[in-house]
């Protein structure tokens, strides 16, 4: 199915709204407008202001070039099962590897 590019960029605010544990009346409501207007952005039938997208970026954790990222973003539960999977029969220098990326993310985070 493809979709235009309205509903690729609707998609994607769903998809990081949901990611960000916000309903879509919380959502309307920090961006103070109409639910029914962030519904029509979500299915595509309408596209959100440059205000808007600048809000949107921000509310949800990210540059607003992610908006227009439309590979779809994966649920914890289901990311966390693809990252076990796609270490599982790595060598152990590949594991330490992947041990020391991550404890350097932590460090950047912090």
Do not use: W
């Amino acid at each position: 199915m493809e979709y235009n590019f309205n509903e690729k960029l609707g998609k994607r605010i769903r998809e990081l709204r949901i990611a960000n544990n916000l309903k879509q009346s919380q959502l309307a409501d920090i961006l103070e407008m109409e639910r029914t207007n962030l519904t029509r952005i979500e299915c595509g039938n309408q596209r959100p202001n440059d205000e808007n997208l600048i809000k949107l970026a921000k509310i949800l954790n990210v540059q607003i070039k992610d908006l227009f990222d439309f590979e779809p973003v994966l649920p914890r539960k289901e990311l966390t099962q693809q990252i076990i999977s796609e270490i599982d029969g790595m060598s152990d220098k590949e594991l330490q590897y992947i041990h020391k990326t991550i404890q350097n993310l932590k460090q950047l985070r912090n």
